[in-house]
């Protein structure tokens, strides 16, 4: 139903910036809430950023409010995690991930189901 594909991770200095993709396949991501997760060795997968299917509404984890963004391009299927003043602490293996309902609505505690899954892309952050 659907392919996900993220690119642009690669090797940065504390303080600078990186934007991060996602390219979908298939014909239903404008009428798919999309998110950003994280992994880093020896921890759990940890949540990142959300957008709703019509990029109206994004949350984001206390980690990420006032230095990441994530955004979307409907006509282009693709979605994006802008991220600045970049710590050794956000050194992970970035994955984004797709809504498995249609035109799901965001609220701070709605849960949704990330059924579809890119293959990731590494983030380092050296100090």
């Known amino acids: 139903q659907v392919q996900l594909v993220e690119f642009g991770g690669r090797l940065v200095q504390a303080g600078e910036s990186l934007r991060l993709s996602c390219a979908a396949s298939g014909d239903t991501f404008s009428r798919r809430a999309m998110a950003w997760f994280r992994q880093a060795p020896g921890k759990e997968r940890e949540f990142v950023a959300r957008?709703?299917?019509?990029?109206?509404?994004?949350n984001y984890a206390d980690s990420a409010k006032g230095r990441f963004t994530i955004s979307r391009d409907n006509a282009n299927k693709t979605v994006f995690l802008q991220m600045n003043s970049l710590k050794p602490e956000d050194t992970a293996l970035y994955f984004c991930?797709?809504?498995?309902?249609?035109?799901?609505?965001?609220?701070?505690?709605?849960?949704?189901?990330?059924?579809?899954w890119g293959q990731g892309t590494q983030v380092t952050v050296s100090s």
């Open positions: 957008i709703q299917w019509n990029g109206l509404a994004t």
């Open positions: 991930a797709a809504d498995r309902r249609l035109f799901s609505a965001l609220a701070p505690t709605t849960r949704l189901d990330w059924a579809y």
